[in-house]
């Protein structure tokens, strides 16, 4: 299958290089880029020096390329790009968006967090959601989320869906690696400052995964947002401004490592009788047949370093009868599971390969 990654020179598409490089099905014909266009995959990913093939290619602008022989292309892009370049790509070429263009159904949700008309709304890309793999692999068009939205809703979803938790009394306290705020260079972003350091941002409700995490665990938990994909295909953005039924207090961390993202979410139990056994059968049950999440022995908790260079995803949970609270904790890498590695599991099941192709659940330790 020939595939294209436009935007090839950030974090998330140097590992959408180097995951299609030992990819068995995957031939990649085309590499873009911004402000390195004209430069040489090697030069601009050192990592990828060792093949040569790869290392040798040209990244060229995104104007100069033809993307009609690709079966498929990965966008790559900064937020407010993927909608205007996704509309130049022939409708028989299959797109994964990996920003976050198209995954909002609430235009006023796009808004107060994007800058821009609001593009619409793709098939969401999270195969372990209910129903997900079928709609991902009947999809031309697929928009991955965003790292932090995957951690918490593959943490929550099994429990809202089963009724054992409130989707309107959610917390999701996540430290994420730097890798997640792009390459570009930007003065808190230099190890002097974060090194030695875990630091609060975006407090608030202001980050955008928030909307992009309630709007999910609404259409789980049966609220207005029940008539999206979940209740029978996609809908038109109009259909789907309410989803009224999940309230997430999200407070992101900069944590002083490179990749992955450590998110604890908690949520209010339903009933007094919900412990940890039932909390954990249900999510055992989600994720018996999911190949990249895995719940934990009891007395283990997930760790960043566990998951680092792939697209596992571990998840734990505890019930805090004292407090009538669940806590989950999910661990993934932001660059694996959390951007190239799920595109390219969205990219296998939309190209009818096998959906393990090309990844792993195994992640690199120390």
Same mark, same amino acid.
């Given at each position: 299958?020939?595939?294209?990654?436009?935007?090839?020179?950030?974090?998330?598409?140097?590992?959408?290089?180097?995951?299609?490089?030992?990819?068995?099905?995957?031939?990649?014909?085309?590499?873009?880029?911004?402000?390195?266009?004209?430069?040489?995959?090697?030069?601009?990913?050192?990592?990828?020096?060792?093949?040569?093939?790869?290392?040798?290619?040209?990244?060229?602008?995104?104007?100069?390329?033809?993307?009609?022989?690709?079966?498929?292309?990965?966008?790559?892009?900064?937020?407010?790009?993927?909608?205007?370049?996704?509309?130049?790509?022939?409708?028989?070429?299959?797109?994964?968006?990996?920003?976050?263009?198209?995954?909002?159904?609430?235009?006023?949700?796009?808004?107060?967090?994007?800058?821009?008309?609001?593009?619409?709304?793709?098939?969401?890309?999270?195969?372990?959601?209910?129903?997900?793999?079928?709609?991902?692999?009947?999809?031309?068009?697929?928009?991955?989320?965003?790292?932090?939205?995957?951690?918490?809703?593959?943490?929550?979803?099994?429990?809202?869906?089963?009724?054992?938790?409130?989707?309107?009394? #959610?917390? /999701?306290? &996540?430290?994420?690696?730097?890798?997640? =705020?792009?390459?570009?260079?930007?003065? !808190?972003? @230099? +190890?002097?400052?974060?090194?030695?350091?875990?630091?609060?941002?975006?407090?608030?409700?202001?980050?955008?995964?928030?909307?992009?995490?309630?709007?999910?665990?609404?259409?789980?938990?049966?609220?207005?947002?029940?008539?999206?994909?979940?209740?029978?295909?996609?809908?038109?953005?109009?259909?789907?401004?309410?989803?009224?039924?999940?309230?997430?207090?999200?407070?992101?961390?900069?944590?002083?490592?490179?990749?992955?993202?450590?998110?604890?979410?908690?949520?209010?139990?339903?009933?007094?009788?919900?412990?940890?056994?039932?909390?954990?059968?249900?999510?055992?049950?989600?994720?018996?047949?999911?190949?990249?999440?895995?719940?934990?022995?009891?007395?283990?908790?997930?760790?960043?370093?566990?998951?680092?260079?792939?697209?596992?995803?571990? #998840?734990? /949970?505890? &019930?805090?009868?004292?407090?009538?609270? =669940?806590?989950?904790?999910?661990?993934? !890498?932001? @660059? +694996?599971?959390?951007?190239?590695?799920?595109?390219?599991?969205?990219?296998?099941?939309?190209?009818?390969?096998?959906?393990?192709?090309?990844?792993?659940?195994?992640?690199?330790?120390?």
């Amino acid at each position: 299958m020939r595939v294209g990654v436009l935007g090839a020179s950030g974090y998330a598409g140097g590992e959408l290089l180097r995951l299609i490089s030992g990819h068995p099905h995957l031939d990649l014909t085309v590499v873009t880029a911004d402000s390195s266009a004209g430069q040489a995959v090697g030069d601009v990913h050192l990592n990828l020096v060792g093949q040569a093939s790869l290392a040798s290619l040209t990244l060229a602008t995104h104007s100069a390329v033809s993307l009609g022989d690709c079966d498929l292309v990965f966008l790559a892009l900064p937020a407010g790009q993927s909608g205007a370049m996704a509309a130049t790509i022939p409708d028989r070429t299959k797109v994964v968006d990996l920003g976050p263009d198209f995954r909002l159904a609430d235009p006023a949700a796009w808004t107060r967090h994007y800058d821009g008309a609001h593009p619409g709304r793709w098939t969401r890309g999270l195969p372990e959601l209910p129903g997900a793999r079928a709609r991902i692999a009947a999809a031309s068009r697929v928009a991955v989320p965003g790292c932090y939205a995957t951690a918490a809703i593959l943490a929550l979803a099994p429990l809202i869906a089963a009724g054992l938790v409130a989707s309107d009394d #959610v917390v /999701v306290v &996540a430290a994420s690696g730097t890798s997640g =705020a792009g390459r570009a260079l930007r003065a !808190d972003l @230099l +190890g002097s400052e974060v090194m030695g350091s875990v630091s609060a941002y975006q407090v608030g409700g202001a980050h955008r995964h928030t909307p992009e995490i309630e709007q999910v665990l609404s259409e789980l938990a049966g609220g207005e947002g029940a008539r999206s994909e979940l209740a029978g295909g996609e809908r038109a953005p109009s259909e789907l401004s309410g989803c009224g039924s999940a309230r997430v207090s999200f407070t992101p961390l900069l944590a002083p490592m490179p990749r992955g993202i450590l998110a604890t979410c908690t949520a209010r139990l339903t009933s007094a009788a919900v412990g940890t056994a039932t909390l954990k059968a249900a999510l055992s049950g989600a994720y018996g047949d999911a190949p990249f999440v895995h719940v934990l022995p009891d007395g283990r908790w997930p760790s960043t370093a566990a998951v680092a260079g792939s697209n596992g995803v571990l #998840v734990q /949970v505890a &019930a805090d009868q004292r407090s009538g609270r =669940a806590i989950v904790v999910a661990a993934i !890498d932001n @660059l +694996g599971k959390g951007a190239a590695g799920q595109a390219i599991q969205n990219a296998n099941l939309m190209l009818g390969l096998p959906e393990t192709a090309g990844l792993t659940s195994i992640g690199v330790a120390p």
